[in-house]
């Protein structure tokens, strides 16, 4: 069933409840995933979006039941990515001529995922817009790397509704649609875990878009994402806040992310804990054991974080497996300006705080050169040398 939206705008999406992970399991989902697809019902008829392919069937016939397919005159697929796509080959075998507004790009992913199907693009630009009648029209602005080479929003005009795709949005289903109609401070905290996870690496880019969606002066009453709730009652604070956190964001915040394989690296992991509490307790403290705690809940907290510190035993030369994962996969994600230090215990050779080190560094963390090294159990000789490395670090 479709919900309204505003005006003529519907939703027309799937709330999914059930959804565990995305991007493979690289991305857990702690609250369901909106899916948002939208209607627009003026003197056209435009489909802006369909949903994730395994519930393409249940999306079309959902859709056949408010209106019939022959009397969609548009569809606009601001972004190709499966999850907005997944539906389009099976809508568009019963209305295989309806014309596609989208990017370049979008025909170059959208072809690659379901094959040259002879589907009835028009690519559009920044700044092009479309009649849509009773004096409204849509306007196209492409979001390149926000967050595919694909990416556009489509701002509607009058109803001054920016469709900003995966922009601006969260997983978290919300059966009200509306931020208002839900927990808020949720809202908005798994909207800035979807920006430390999956926007981030693009920040400077977003600094820019930001600048330019500004500079085009439109009035913004609404900001309706593809994911997640819909922004209505400040829906510029979404923007400022990603303009906030596109900028080497830190909070007073330092996180402790270890592994450990006999508890001595957990014992440094807790003492430094205590120790940066001590010296600075207005500090928010957090410590996560990498085998325990989901890679992007961690994420989300170094995100927050002005420093690390992180910590393995040295295993086989090396350090944990599942630390050296967490590290690759934190590398990519490019965080500027943030401290760390590294500690670990070894029983023979002692590589880890080295291969750590370099991780960290590759990441682009400010690597202090303070260390805990621990033969075996940290002894009074270790733990003395904590107070030092936390003032470094703070
Ligand atoms: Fe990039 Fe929601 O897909």
Same mark, same amino acid.
């Given at each position: 069933?479709?919900?309204?939206?505003?005006?003529?705008?519907?939703?027309?999406?799937?709330?999914d409840w059930d959804l565990q992970t995305f991007h493979g399991d690289d991305y857990t989902i702690h609250h369901g995933s909106?899916q948002?697809?939208?209607?627009?019902?003026?003197?056209?008829?435009?489909?802006?979006?369909?949903?994730w392919a395994p519930?393409?069937?249940?999306?079309?016939?959902?859709?056949?039941? +408010?209106?019939? @397919?022959?009397?969609?005159?548009?569809?606009?697929?601001?972004?190709?990515e499966n999850d %907005?796509?997944?539906?389009? *080959?099976?809508?568009?075998?019963?209305?295989?001529?309806?014309?596609? $507004?989208?990017? =370049?790009?979008?025909?170059?992913?959208? +072809?690659?995922?379901?094959?040259?199907?002879?589907?009835?693009?028009?690519?559009?630009?920044?700044?092009?817009?479309?009649?849509?009648?009773?004096?409204?029209?849509?306007?196209?602005?492409?979001?390149?790397?926000?967050?595919?080479?694909?990416?556009?929003?489509?701002?509607?005009?009058?109803?001054?509704?920016?469709?900003?795709?995966?922009?601006?949005?969260q997983h978290i289903a919300?059966?009200?649609?509306?931020?208002?109609?839900?927990?808020?401070?949720?809202?908005?905290?798994e909207?800035?875990r979807y920006?430390?996870n999956i926007?981030?690496?693009?920040?400077?880019?977003?600094?820019?878009?930001?600048?330019?969606?500004?500079?085009?002066?439109? *009035?913004?009453?609404?900001?309706?994402?593809?994911h997640g709730?819909?922004?209505?009652?400040? *829906?510029?604070?979404?923007?400022?806040?990603? !303009?906030?956190?596109?900028?080497?964001?830190?909070?007073?915040?330092?996180?402790?992310?270890?592994?450990?394989?006999? %508890?001595?690296?957990?014992?440094?992991? $807790?003492?430094? =804990?205590?120790?940066? %509490?001590?010296?600075? *307790?207005?500090?928010?403290?957090?410590?996560?054991?990498?085998?325990?705690t989901e890679k992007d809940d961690i994420v989300f907290?170094?995100?927050?974080?002005?420093?690390?510190?992180?910590?393995?035993?040295?295993? @086989?030369?090396?350090?944990?497996?599942?630390?050296?994962g967490? @590290?690759?996969y934190?590398?990519?994600?490019?965080?500027?300006?943030?401290?760390? !230090?590294?500690?670990?215990?070894?029983?023979?050779?002692?590589?880890?705080?080295?291969?750590?080190?370099?991780?960290?560094?590759? !990441?682009?963390?400010?690597?202090?050169?303070?260390?805990?090294?621990?033969?075996?159990?940290?002894?009074?000789?270790?733990?003395?040398?904590?107070?030092?490395?936390?003032?470094?670090?703070?």
């Amino acid at each position: 069933m479709k919900k309204n939206v505003k005006n003529n705008v519907y939703w027309i999406g799937y709330m999914d409840w059930d959804l565990q992970t995305f991007h493979g399991d690289d991305y857990t989902i702690h609250h369901g995933s909106a899916q948002n697809a939208y209607l627009i019902q003026e003197e056209k008829t435009v489909l802006m979006d369909t949903v994730w392919a395994p519930h393409q069937f249940e999306f079309v016939e959902n859709l056949q039941s +408010e209106i019939d @397919l022959n009397t969609i005159d548009y569809i606009v697929v601001n972004h190709g990515e499966n999850d %907005h796509s997944g539906s389009l *080959p099976a809508l568009m075998k019963l209305i295989p001529d309806t014309p596609i $507004y989208c990017t =370049a790009n979008s025909v170059k992913s959208l +072809e690659g995922q379901y094959g040259k199907q002879g589907w009835n693009f028009h690519v559009v630009h920044t700044g092009d817009s479309l009649d849509i009648g009773h004096g409204k029209k849509l306007i196209f602005v492409e979001m390149t790397f926000l967050h595919w080479p694909d990416s556009m929003a489509t701002y509607l005009t009058q109803d001054n509704i920016l469709f900003s795709m995966d922009a601006f949005g969260q997983h978290i289903a919300v059966e009200g649609l509306f931020e208002d109609q839900a927990n808020q401070e949720q809202i908005f905290n798994e909207a800035m875990r979807y920006y430390a996870n999956i926007v981030a690496p693009f920040s400077p880019l977003v600094t820019k878009k930001v600048k330019e969606i500004v500079a085009m002066d439109l *009035p913004i009453d609404m900001i309706a994402p593809s994911h997640g709730a819909i922004w209505r009652e400040n *829906p510029l604070k979404i923007v400022e806040a990603y !303009a906030s956190w596109a900028n080497r964001y830190q909070e007073d915040q330092i996180t402790v992310v270890y592994g450990t394989e006999w %508890h001595g690296t957990e014992k440094l992991a $807790y003492a430094l =804990a205590k120790e940066i %509490h001590k010296q600075s *307790p207005q500090t928010v403290v957090k410590v996560f054991n990498v085998d325990h705690t989901e890679k992007d809940d961690i994420v989300f907290e170094i995100f927050k974080s002005k420093a690390i510190a992180v910590g393995s035993p040295t295993i @086989l030369n090396g350090i944990l497996a599942s630390m050296a994962g967490f @590290l690759y996969y934190l590398k990519s994600l490019r965080f500027k300006g943030k401290k760390a !230090a590294v500690f670990g215990c070894y029983g023979w050779s002692g590589e880890g705080n080295k291969v750590l080190r370099e991780m960290l560094e590759k !990441a682009g963390f400010d690597v202090i050169s303070d260390e805990i090294k621990s033969s075996f159990n940290p002894e009074k000789e270790e733990y003395d040398q904590i107070p030092q490395l936390v003032k470094t670090l703070l």
